[in-house]
Structures are given as structure tokens and as C-alpha cells.
């Protein structure tokens, strides 16, 4: 067994991310020293040996339409990801040591019958590789919230765009928020009932004109409640949503994602990052091609020598970027 899969066993969900965000500190300490030209090359090869995170698109169909998201231009056929594709994927990724499988994308999960038979695949994998669901809540019923708690999920992210029930259901059309909020009460009562540490459960509101007025009612309504309670950034999804920042950095600082992920849509396609959700990115197929050789392939590679040599613009997703996630400093 090795250290990642034992920290994984054995320690909690909350502490594993304070050792993570301690990891990134000791990386940029080591890096500023006067050796840190010997150190960052020792440094990059955590990135360039596998993907730290594979997010998942186990599905492309959603029970919502909302207003900030470009889903319903998409030309991908929407539906499921095949199971022998979704067995591939995670068999590599243990294989590879991958420490997080996300299982998000531009659908959502519990429209899946059969969610659970992704989820109990994963473990029956792997009890370590860390296991985040993204999801808008609707339809996480008693059956799908067992299963995240029965089959040690370990993140359990739920979006809920407003403190009100006219706010939250103009902005995520066809959902009702009485209803994904007795889910998530049900969740959390699941999980404390069965005395489990897993899954963490945290709720965000993505901040946006429309629902401005009640951030502070947010989280007074979820702190204290949800394990975690915050505000995400509204993102322009490759310029697909009309959002405009100030101070754009990304030409002349790298953004992590090309260095962090490896985004697969339920078609096999895999995009340039988390906000390519058409897969307009074209950097591989997983149906024929391996996650090994995708991230360490030559493509891949010039996309990254473009972030680094502060040429991100000549991508042309993103040059319509607006959201670079930023990278170490040291970068």
C-alpha cells in the first residue's frame, strides 16, 4: 500500500484537504529558497506524471436549465456514459495513482437509474482514490443519498443559487428549492445517523446579478448546517457566458488546469479543461487512447509550454477564457 492510499484510509476528508493546501505551501517555500532552480523541476513532476484530478461526465443530460450555463447549445449527443467506458477510465486512473475522480460535467448525475452501479464500481476498484460529486441536488433522493454515504463518496458538492424560492428558481429553471433542500437535509441526517465521517458535504451559491441581494441570507441558512457554505465565482465557460473581468491575468501567468486535470465527457472526448463543455478542445478520446498517453502526449505538452511562455491567447478556448485558475506562483 502506498502513502497516498494509506493517508486516504485513514484520515479524514477535512484533514486531507488541510494537508493538501500544506503540500502547496511547503512546494512554494522549497521553490523561493536559493536552490529552488534545482527544487522546481523535482517540483513539476507531480504534475506531468499523471493528472491529479479526472473529472468524469457520467452523464450529458440534466433535469435543469439554467440561466449561466451554455448546455443547451451543445452539439454532443446527450445520455449516459457507457459503463465499459466509465470501467476503462477508472481502471486507469487507479492504476495511475489519480488522487481525485470527480464526477461532474454538463449533466447530472442522479438522472442516472443506476448512479449507484458507477459509484460501487469505483470503490470496488479502489477504497482510497478520493471521490467528489458534483451535483444540483433535485432528485438526490433517499436511494441516491444512501448510496453516497453506503459507498464512502467523499465530497458531496451541491449548487444552490439562491436563499429564495423565486430567486434559486429563475435562476436553476425546472428545479424547486424546498425540494433540494429537505435532499440535502436528508443527506446530512443520513450520513450523522449512520455515524459516518463521509460523504463532506458542502453547498455553494454561484454569485450573479440575480441572486446578488442574498448572499448573506445564503449563508446564514447553510453555516453551521452544511460542513462547508460558500459564494463561487460566476464562469464564462471559454466565453460562452457573458462575464467580464478586470484585471485578466492569463497571459502573463499560466493557469494550472492544463497541469492539474483531465476533463472526459461521457462521449470518451476529452476536453481542454473543465470549462471546455463541448469538447472543442479536441486533446483525445479515452475510447481509444489511453489517460497516459493523452496527458503525456505532444499536445498536450505544447499546450502547456504556451501557458508557461505567457502565449495561453494562441488557444483559441483560451484566448475566450476569462477564468484562468492560477497556478503556483512558481510556475
Known amino acids: 500500500m502506498t502513502i497516498r492510499q494509506l493517508i486516504n484510509q485513514r ?14 505551501r511547503m512546494s512554494e517555500r522549497l521553490s523561493a529558497c536559493r536552490a529552488g532552480w534545482l527544487v522546481k523541476p523535482w517540483l513539476m513532476r507531480r504534475y506531468l ?7 468524469i461526465e457520467v452523464t450529458s443530460s440534466c433535469d435543469a436549465d439554467c440561466i449561466m450555463c451554455p448546455r443547451r447549445r451543445m452539439r454532443r449527443q446527450p445520455g449516459p456514459m457507457a459503463m465499459p467506458l466509465f470501467r476503462k477510465i477508472v481502471d486507469e486512473a487507479v492504476a495511475l495513482g489519480v488522487r481525485d475522480l470527480v464526477l461532474n460535467g454538463y449533466g447530472e448525475i442522479s438522472t442516472l437509474r443506476n448512479c449507484r452501479d458507477y459509484l460501487a464500481y469505483i470503490r470496488e476498484r479502489s477504497r482510497s482514490i478520493r471521490v467528489i460529486v458534483d451535483t444540483n441536488g433535485m432528485r438526490m ?25 423565486q430567486t434559486f428558481e429563475r435562476i436553476r429553471k425546472d428545479l424547486k428549492l424546498a425540494t433540494v433542500e429537505a435532499n440535502v437535509h436528508r443527506l446530512i441526517d443520513l450520513r450523522n445517523r449512520a455515524g459516518a465521517s463521509r460523504p463532506f458535504i458542502m453547498v455553494h451559491m454561484i454569485y450573479m446579478p440575480e441572486n446578488a441581494h442574498e448572499t448573506e441570507l445564503f449563508l446564514q441558512k447553510w453555516t453551521g448546517v452544511a460542513d462547508r457554505a460558500g459564494i463561487a465565482g460566476l464562469v464564462s465557460r471559454v466565453g460562452s457566458v457573458p462575464v467580464r473581468r478586470v484585471n485578466r491575468t492569463s497571459e502573463k501567468a499560466p493557469c494550472i488546469l492544463p497541469w492539474r486535470q483531465l476533463p472526459i465527457l461521457s462521449d470518451g472526448s476529452v476536453g481542454l479543461c473543465c470549462d471546455d463543455w463541448d469538447g472543442a478542445g479536441g486533446v483525445g478520446n479515452v475510447t481509444g487512447q489511453s489517460i497516459k498517453e493523452i496527458w503525456r502526449s505532444q499536445q498536450r505538452r505544447h499546450l502547456r509550454q504556451l501557458h508557461l511562455a505567457g502565449r495561453a491567447g494562441e488557444i483559441a478556448l483560451c484566448a475566450a477564457c476569462q477564468d484562468p485558475r492560477p497556478a503556483p506562483w512558481w510556475f
Request: proline share 2%.
Open 141 to 165: 433522493d433517499e436511494a441516491v443519498a444512501s448510496a453516497y454515504v453506503e459507498l464512502g463518496v467523499d465530497v458531496v458538492n451541491i449548487a444552490i443559487d439562491g436563499a429564495t424560492a
Open 11 to 24: 484520515v479524514s476528508t477535512r484533514r486531507r484537504v488541510q494537508l493538501s493546501a500544506a503540500s502547496v
Open 49 to 55: 506524471r499523471r493528472p491529479e484530478e479526472v473529472d
